[in-house]
């Protein structure tokens, strides 16, 4: 092969470079940056803050706690086939960054949590461990991901981003290997299970986002195969849009919205929140031994207003107070008892 034509390869190829770059600035699509790749959602996360990719919304606060649940084994199966893992991961990760929800585990980590408090109940675990009831943070809210494909001839997705970005980038773009990924993700109240917000997306709404992102050779965007292969970033991309939109719904009414600290301020309370039996209104305590106490306030210095004998009953009707628990007698006196004292029946 001569010089010329070698020459003229490599101004070819210099050529089709800046043609993609030009065409992504006319277009307004994200321009690479140096250094970046990998899916739209990448970065980090943590108490002491976060670095989050654009596009992705942000709050000042969170608004509540939130659970991501696992897809359905089916869904699963199907991302597999594109050599995609569970999007829990990403999702996490998105959440978290964004700082609108702080993130509870309810996954496969939640059984090694529940593991350790049963080590704490059998004596296993050191002293002053801290580890047993009311601690764990509630979740406001659960989060169901899916992805629906339509496989077949994917020609038309990634010809249509060629097309796009302008003519010569089809090569560099390639097809997907699936014509089109639908997302949706699904906003529930844990408490009344009502579906308070939902969100659905795909690769239609979801490869202008990209940019050139979208051919980068990253590893990023919380594992799992979503930030190395075309597939993944075009998913990636479309649960970052439905993310967006339930964080506007509930943005948007404050009445959904809970009174939840910052992830620094959670965090915090899980080394000093002091563990403790859990009592609910209702609940029947007896005294472990007799001549058990019920004061007039949360105090041993306050007044005796009752004496409990071992066999006698009292229901829980308020709250924990300290080492406290309000309780009521068979004769209708209320008052406080320690909680060390009594076990549930």
Same mark, same amino acid.
């Given at each position: 092969?001569?010089?010329?034509?070698?020459?003229?390869?490599?101004?070819?190829? $210099?050529?089709?470079?800046?043609?993609?770059?030009?065409?992504?600035?006319?277009? &307004?699509?994200?321009?690479?940056?140096?250094?970046?790749?990998?899916?739209?959602?990448?970065?980090?996360?943590?108490? !002491?803050?976060?670095?989050?990719?654009?596009?992705?919304?942000?709050?000042?606060?969170?608004? &509540?706690?939130?659970?991501?649940?696992?897809?359905?084994?089916?869904?699963?199966?199907?991302?597999?086939?594109?050599?995609?893992?569970?999007?829990?991961?990403?999702?996490?990760?998105?959440?978290?960054?964004? =700082?609108?929800?702080?993130?509870?585990?309810?996954?496969?980590?939640? =059984?090694?949590?529940?593991?350790?408090?049963q080590l704490a109940q059998a004596g296993q675990?050191? #002293?002053?461990?801290?580890?047993?009831?009311?601690?764990?943070?509630?979740? /406001?809210?659960?989060?169901?991901? !899916?992805?629906?494909?339509?496989? @077949?001839? $994917?020609? &038309?997705?990634?010809?249509?981003?060629?097309?796009?970005? @302008?003519?010569?980038?089809?090569?560099?773009?390639?097809?997907?290997?699936?014509?089109?990924?639908?997302?949706?993700?699904?906003?529930?109240?844990?408490?009344?299970?009502?579906?308070?917000?939902?969100?659905?997306?795909?690769?239609?709404?979801?490869?202008?986002?990209?940019? #050139?992102?979208?051919?980068?050779?990253?590893?990023?965007?919380?594992?799992?195969?979503?930030?190395?292969? =075309?597939? @993944?970033?075009?998913?990636?991309?479309?649960?970052? /849009?439905?993310?967006?939109?339930?964080?506007? #719904?509930?943005?948007?009414?404050?009445?959904?919205?809970?009174?939840?600290?910052?992830?620094?301020?959670? $965090?915090?309370?899980?080394?000093?929140?002091?563990?403790?039996?859990?009592? =609910? /209104?209702?609940?029947?305590?007896?005294?472990?031994i007799g001549n058990v106490p019920m004061y007039? /306030?949360?105090?041993?210095?306050?007044?005796?207003?009752?004496?409990?004998?071992?066999?006698?009953?009292?229901?829980?009707?308020?709250?924990?107070? @300290?080492?406290?628990?309000?309780?009521?007698? #068979?004769?209708?006196?209320?008052?406080?008892?320690?909680?060390?004292?009594?076990?549930?029946?």
């Amino acid at each position: 092969m001569g010089v010329s034509v070698i020459r003229g390869i490599v101004m070819t190829t $210099a050529a089709l470079v800046a043609m993609t770059s030009l065409a992504a600035a006319q277009g &307004g699509v994200t321009t690479a940056k140096p250094g970046q790749g990998g899916s739209v959602v990448q970065g980090s996360a943590g108490t !002491s803050g976060s670095k989050a990719p654009e596009g992705l919304e942000r709050c000042d606060k969170p608004m &509540g706690a939130v659970a991501v649940v696992e897809p359905q084994q089916e869904v699963v199966n199907a991302l597999l086939r594109y050599k995609l893992q569970s999007p829990v991961g990403l999702i996490r990760m998105m959440i978290q960054q964004s =700082n609108c929800f702080i993130v509870v585990e309810r996954g496969a980590g939640m =059984n090694n949590a529940m593991q350790e408090r049963q080590l704490a109940q059998a004596g296993q675990t050191r #002293a002053g461990s801290n580890m047993g009831g009311g601690q764990i943070v509630t979740a /406001d809210f659960i989060l169901t991901p !899916s992805v629906v494909f339509s496989e @077949g001839n $994917a020609g &038309g997705v990634g010809g249509g981003l060629a097309s796009r970005l @302008g003519g010569g980038v089809g090569a560099v773009a390639g097809g997907l290997k699936f014509k089109e990924a639908q997302t949706s993700m699904l906003l529930a109240d844990a408490r009344s299970t009502v579906q308070v917000a939902a969100a659905e997306g795909s690769t239609k709404k979801a490869d202008m986002k990209l940019g #050139a992102g979208l051919f980068g050779g990253g590893f990023a965007g919380g594992g799992g195969g979503y930030g190395n292969t =075309n597939e @993944g970033k075009i998913i990636a991309s479309a649960f970052m /849009d439905n993310y967006n939109q339930l964080v506007l #719904a509930v943005r948007n009414d404050p009445s959904l919205q809970r009174n939840v600290g910052s992830l620094k301020e959670e $965090a915090a309370k899980g080394g000093t929140t002091k563990a403790g039996a859990v009592f =609910n /209104d209702g609940d029947v305590l007896s005294p472990k031994i007799g001549n058990v106490p019920m004061y007039a /306030d949360a105090s041993d210095k306050s007044k005796v207003m009752a004496t409990f004998a071992r066999g006698d009953e009292m229901i829980v009707t308020g709250e924990v107070k @300290g080492d406290y628990v309000h309780v009521t007698n #068979a004769a209708g006196n209320t008052g406080w008892v320690k909680v060390v004292l009594v076990n549930k029946r």
